[in-house]
């Protein structure tokens, strides 16, 4: 899915509400664990239940990777299941030499057929780029995430007072565009998404902890919103986990809506589209 | 396999090597694609000539996951053949949040049973701590690695003129001690290993881009050893591809061996060891 098919399905579903599928067997209603595949009829119904709502379904691979065999062939039905109106994403963040990263893009771009993938970018430019070379495809890589230990590294101060997260955006964009290139910029702190924006005016951001980790859709959309809306905000455990009973996915189904409404007054008040639902 | 245990491998075999399998199935010789599992085979071989010259074996997990369903099974079997003398690490370069860290390290030490996993530092403790709770398992975080793309980060000066890795070495130490942490120092420049064992003497480091990507194991050996050795030398294709011909095991033997003996020379040069094989 390109810029444009994704600027279309925001407009068309008045959303850009990400589904984290962050699918814990541990986690998911007692009842499934007497299907064939508990991981796939869980993510099923959820998806069922969600996609009129959101644009992006994001499975966070360390959840299915730690099932072993079983793990990965959930994974592969649940992307095949997806809609092909709904921008896919691994949530891999995989960073390795050039050599290995051509493989891991193989992975997940022609095994698994991704949209995109999520991305580490402590070992630089050779990390990166071997994804962007797979046309048609996303590199999303990790600026400003939204977790505690963020601070540890991604705001040490460079010579001239500018924090690590923004050398990062500033010198990945010379390795792609627009076209193949997003950021994930977590919701956690306003001001950092406005100093990213500045940055990287036209590139999409993923945006992840908003809800469980805190972060209003309001204030994130003051800051973060371009000209081409320019984000997806990702919502996993508030949407997955609305319920742990027989009502799980209709209660998930609600839960997104909800979301999506929020996300539909936002872009009527900001222009994006001219009607109500 | 605990610090100790690692250290008495390295004196009884008089190498400090690690084996990496970056086991590539366009690679290894064409007569083993009639096997059911080529990349088994492969790897069965050259653990076979190997293993009395090495005391570490890595697979670089992204080879293995590039073949699906299959490269796991392959990946399985492998790390249940290596034998149990030898140290063995995941080269997963993960990094990801607290809750989600976990699930890789579930798939890593308890699934696959590896002694230690690659790890990167970007998003800082809650991406690296969980890891460091699983008893008598190692994480080794990259700091300064081999590749080109170092230049791009891992160099950027904070105002104290100090390099993020550097930086990345002082911090993680808060967060595990000598018997559960190591640290990736790329052997591709010298003064800056120096720097590295100034600000972690007693952390094992696995090194990276002896051969192929250069650095001489004199060189390299001047700088990091301390008084435990802690140091694992890495080689991959130039052992395992030191041949595609039917005599690939027995010549990745023979490189095995030809820097072993090197290494062994070290060890007897710097009084590891009191006599050579």
Redesign the interface.
Known sequence: MNKKQLVEQIIKKKSFLCVGL?T?IEKIPSHLLTYEDPIFEFNKQIIDATSPFCIAYKP?I??Y??L??QG??SL?KTIEYIPKNCFTIA?A?????????K??A??FFE?LSFDAITL?????????SPYLNWKGKWSIV?AL??????????F????N?KP?YQ??IE?TQQWGTEENLMFVIGATRSEEIAEARKRAKNHFFLIPGYGAQGGSLQDVCSYALNEEVGILVNSSRGIIYASSQKDFALRAGEEAQKIQKEMEQILFDKGFVNHLF
Do not use: C, H
């Not at 963040?93 to 990263?101: F, Q």
């Not at 580490?120 to 990166?128: A, K, N």
């Not at 040490?156 to 010579?159: A, T, V, W």
């Open positions: 962050d814990d966070n360390a959840f990777e730690s072993g065999i990965w062939m592969k949530d963040k995989r960073g390795d030499i050039g050599n290995t990263s493989y891991y193989k992975t095994w580490s970018p402590y070992m630089g430019e050779d990390s990166i990790l995430t939204s977790n505690a230990g963020a601070m540890d590294f991604q040490i101060m460079d010579e007072q690590l050398r990062v010198k």
